[in-house]
């Protein structure tokens, strides 16, 4: 369908319709404020499952039946509600996420948005189609990441911020005006709930449940004054193991404590610290299987999902796993995972009525001690790394005449200290980095009343930035030189790989001159280990201009028309490669159509929008091989994409007991240009070209006499994107007296297949799949309690965060989210 008959078929029937995604309602009688430091969650009802919207979790209004009500976002950097938020918007209320401890389980949350998991500490996100894999620590989310309006420089500082919430809201599209870089998949701002002034209150829930799941939270409201409130909560969890292996445990231990004083009805200071502690393995990866050394077949390891890597059949497969580099056996990890990781920040945060403008001002500082390793199938990843990042931002806004205006400007300072070891086995990594970026940036935007129904808006944002890299990467890989092919007396690396010098020396084999292999000299093996360092040290400073044009049509007080284009940019940066050890921005621009609606007294919402987004010099993260016969990760600007779909929303409440939600996305994602190259494998072993497969299952062609292929993955389905997405809610309340009602919820989340490794090899498919929630709550008609049972994920789908294809082992591995849980939980509100 072309582009302008798709508008004027949207445009056109909206005009007739009312406004809302499904997580953008409130209780009908809800006291929702513009003024921030107003507002305090609801007790969440205690068994209320985490997947369910917040649609199906608002309890129904007992005093009235007014229908769904607005709830006030700050997507734009102002207080709006969001039926009148002219973006892509979905907010997740904080009973949702009360089981929630990793980002993860975030996906089954926000129709359109893919969550996984990289191993250990590393999260994944992806919106759309946009995104990258960021598991390590100089690589830059698409996705920004936004705490109590605080940038976050890196993703594994994802973790410990999920509880105490007034909301999150997920903002789908390129965000560059009003978030700035890396986010060109969109955006994710975490709010905390904030101190209630002339508020007393102790609010919290218990739960306890299977894999020795226990999870306390605790929220207390103090107010010390009529000017004065303090606000103090925490949270401590911890499950056994999801793997048969009892791998894939999580403990987490933290707290968060802010002071309010407004000395003044103009005038507002709030600051806020907080504290969060990680244990437990975290994710662990499963082995799929393995590459036939004769054949090139794939060998499956016939292993389930919640097989770990220590169970005693991955290690039997492992041990009969053949590298063909190696000329032996794979073998066992022989270290078990852990994290041992410390995440805090301190902020302040102003805000000021300045008769004919209001002014916010934000600075923060935000830091974490990465500790950790990671098992992912056939190798372990540790990270000991040191983040410290300053910031401050202030922002200007104000009405003059039929104009609503904005300026600001933001000050980004970071630091990045960090040791990387990678595991294989065969093959060993060591990575020293010390990255630091400074980033400036000034945004504004104009919004011009043309009428009481019609405007017209246009931002734009300025941003430079100033990256340093200074950091070497050691390699060692085993390779077999016996005439046979076969090297099985070779002595594998252990545990610690943090000095790969030295560890090879222990093992026997030595270097006798710079840039030369490590030789066997006990004379027991036909192995050598190629060896290397790689140094990279550069300099970027990248500058760019993004912008956001809209127009917005107000039909009927119920509904909101407008079209949008709005571009974002992501800066560039560094990888240890000798394939490119600097990359550089990638671009997108999306355009975007919708309406939002609400019909018969708000007791139904529908929204629709339709999207085209071009996404330009991609930012692509993968293993590849180089000319020096060593294994690399990555990262470089591959092609461009057409990403396009559309989405429907709705909500409704048919009684007053009864609410009902529906969401489905259609996502065509797809490579219009995707060509690099990538070196013959084989070359590492001394073998003819082609005997080891490629790395990437793509169409490819040989490049004579230089021992690269050509990959040509044009046409293909991008990563993460399946085509279809459904999100299904419903909750009912039954008014058992005037003390107490039971409400029973559910919702189930559907997707189509998508592709979920880069290399596109076996088992790099994530089937279609169903999860479901339920729950079953009795409470207390002032919810001053609550208690319940739940079960979260009813088909015991495991579902792939993220698989990889290692080409030095030609082992498959996979890491998958959380099996089925179920369990009880009480909640409490004391006043």
Not at 16 to 40: H, I, M, N, R, V
Not at 282 to 288: A, C, F, M
Request: net charge neutral; proline share 6%; glycine share 10%.
């Amino acid at each position: 369908m072309k582009r302008a008959t798709f508008a004027a078929i949207l445009l056109g029937g909206a005009a007739f319709l009312p406004s809302t995604a499904w997580s953008q309602t409130a209780p009908a009688e809800g006291s929702q404020s513009l003024d921030p430091a107003a507002s305090t969650p609801a007790v969440p009802a205690a068994g209320t499952p985490t997947t369910t919207p917040p649609a199906a979790v608002t309890p129904a209004s007992p005093q009235g039946d007014s229908g769904l009500a607005d709830i006030i976002v700050t997507a734009q950097r102002t207080a709006s509600t969001a039926q009148r938020t002219a973006v892509a918007l979905d907010v997740i209320a904080p009973e949702a996420v009360q089981q929630i401890t990793e980002p993860q389980s975030l996906t089954k949350l926000a129709p359109g948005v893919q969550f996984g998991n990289a191993g250990g500490a590393s999260p994944v996100f992806y919106v759309r189609g946009v995104g990258t894999i960021t598991s390590l620590p100089f690589i830059d989310s698409a996705v920004a990441i936004n705490f109590d309006e605080v940038y976050l420089g890196r993703a594994t500082s994802a973790f410990g911020l999920y509880y105490d919430l007034d909301r999150i809201e997920v903002l789908k599209g390129p965000q560059g005006t009003l978030y700035g870089r890396n986010a060109t998949g969109g955006a994710i701002n975490i709010v905390p709930a904030q101190p209630r002034l002339g508020l007393n209150e102790v609010s919290g829930t218990i739960s306890v449940g299977n894999y020795e799941a226990a999870n306390a939270q605790a929220a207390v409201n103090v107010a010390v004054s009529d000017k004065i409130a303090l606000r103090a909560s925490g949270i401590a969890y911890t499950h056994a193991g999801y793997q048969t292996d009892g791998t894939y445990s999580e403990r987490g231990a933290g707290g968060r404590l802010q002071a309010l004083f407004k000395p003044s009805e103009a005038v507002s200071i709030r600051l806020a610290g907080d504290y969060f502690h990680l244990g437990g393995t975290l994710s662990t990866g499963v082995v799929l299987g393995s590459t036939d050394p004769q054949t090139g077949a794939v060998v499956p390891s016939n292993l389930g999902p919640d097989v770990g890597q220590f169970d005693p059949r991955t290690v039997s497969f492992l041990n009969s796993a053949f590298s063909t580099t190696a000329g032996a056996a794979i073998g066992a990890l022989t270290q078990r995972p852990y994290s041992n990781s410390n995440f805090y920040g301190v902020s302040a945060h102003v805000d000021a009525d300045l008769g004919g403008a209001n002014l916010a001002i934000v600075g923060a500082y935000r830091g974490a001690d990465l500790d950790y390793v990671s098992s992912i199938g056939s190798f372990s990843s540790g990270d000991q790394e040191k983040d410290d990042q300053y910031s401050i931002e202030a922002r200007l806004n104000g009405k003059v005449g039929p104009f609503d205006w904005l300026v600001g400007g933001l000050y980004f300072n970071e630091k990045v200290n960090a040791d990387v070891q990678v595991n294989q086995i065969v093959l060993g990594v060591n990575q020293r980095q010390d990255f630091r970026n400074i980033s400036y940036a000034g945004f504004g935007s104009l919004k011009w009343n043309l009428t009481d129904t019609l405007r017209i808006t246009g931002a734009g944002r300025y941003t430079q930035d100033i990256k340093k890299f200074d950091g070497s990467a050691y390699t060692a890989t085993a390779i077999c030189t016996s005439p046979t092919r076969l090297c099985p007396n070779i002595r594998r690396l252990p545990s610690d790989v943090s000095n790969l010098p030295a560890v090879l020396n222990s093992l026997g084999y030595v270097q006798f001159a710079p840039n030369t292999p490590f030789v066997d000299v006990t004379g027991t093996s036909n192995v050598i280990w190629s060896a290397s360092n790689l140094p990279v040290t550069g300099r970027q400073a990248p500058s760019k201009f993004t912008y956001r044009g809209a127009i917005e049509f107000e039909p009927r007080p119920e509904s909101l028309l407008y079209a949008s284009v709005e571009t974002g940019y992501r800066s560039g940066g560094f990888s240890f490669s000798s394939i490119a050890p600097q990359y550089g921005p990638e671009t997108i621009t999306a355009y975007t159509i919708g309406a939002k609606n609400r019909f018969f007294g708000n007791k139904l919402q529908l929204n629709l929008e339709g999207f085209i987004w071009k996404y330009k010099n991609q930012q692509v993260t993968h293993i590849g091989f180089s000319a020096a016969r060593n294994v690399e990760y990555v990262t470089e600007n591959i092609g461009q994409s057409t990403n396009k779909g559309f989405e429907v929303d709705m909500t409704a409440r048919p009684l007053r007991n009864t609410t009902l939600h529906a969401d489905v996305q259609y996502l065509d994602a797809r490579n219009d240009d995707f060509v690099f190259t990538e070196t013959d494998p084989s070359a590492l072993a001394g073998l003819p070209a082609g005997t080891i497969p490629s790395v990437t299952n793509c169409p490819r062609t040989v490049v004579p006499n230089t021992g690269l292929y050509q990959i040509n993955c044009s046409g293909l389905r991008a990563q993460r994107s399946p085509t279809w997405t459904l999100n299904l809610g419903a909750e009912q309340a039954f008014d058992l007296s005037s003390d107490y009602r039971l409400i029973l919820a559910g919702n189930t989340h559907f997707q189509t297949s998508s592709i979920v490794n880069f290399e596109r090899r076996a088992f790099g498919i994530q089937d279609s799949y169903w999860l479901s929630d339920a729950s079953l709550t009795l409470a207390a008609a002032d919810d001053s309690w609550s208690i319940g049972a739940f079960v979260n994920n009813i088909e015991d789908t495991r579902v792939k965060g993220i698989t990889s294809y290692l080409a030095s082992t030609g082992t498959y591995q996979a890491n998958y989210a959380p099996p089925r849980t179920y369990g009880m939980r009480l909640g409490f509100r004391i006043n």
